[in-house]
């Protein structure tokens, strides 16, 4: 009886879960919509004038774009569930590969006077889908960065141990508690309304955890000593 109990309650979970992400869904992409309907009410009032009428269309460009990213991102998580994402395995120069990734975020970090501490053995390869691998891998650093308090470092570090490799991007986070990370692979959850930005819908983490899935890993996040530190780990695909 207590099994059924136990199966019942993680059926209700899944189901109170699934019933969160639609109405996310829904909410996330309102907001969008609204200010795509705002722009062109307002631009069809006065058709006359040009210079208005080219700024409409960057805003509702720009606009239509977060929206395609939203709706990319969805259907990726689509098909992580689904299992239908296939994997190229390859080999990847760990130290090469997380070098770029860094370089990519370096200017947003800049602008929020923090820093990317990079730790890791020189050498360090392994056969992964380097394409997913990224996705993931940036979707924690883009994180990091952009939730991590203005002038604090970001932490990543990477080694072997028992056949696998141990990815690890750690921020500080002292806004978010225990409690809070059993949600942070929920789509579009946010701690609170200061988490919201357009360059973050709040899928990044979701999409992240699904892939490190597929890729034959795990995602696991803890608080540790005022940071939020996100491990991947991973074991070598075969092929």
Known sequence: MDGLNVLLGRIRAAL????????????????????????TEVALKWPSKSEYALEVLRQSHAVALQMSGITETILALAHCEQRTMACVAEFVLVDEFLRGLVEQQEALAEAKNATIDLQMDEGIGFRSDAALLDIVISNLLSNAVAHGPAGSPIRVSARREDAQIHFTVSNAATDLESADLAHLTEPFWRKDAARTGAQHAGLGLTLAWEIAAVLGGRLEFEIREGNLVARLSLAELSG
């Open 16 to 39: 109170d879960r699934e019933k969160r992400t639609t109405s996310n869904i829904a909410h996330e992409l309102m907001t969008p919509i609204a200010e795509l309907r705002a722009l």
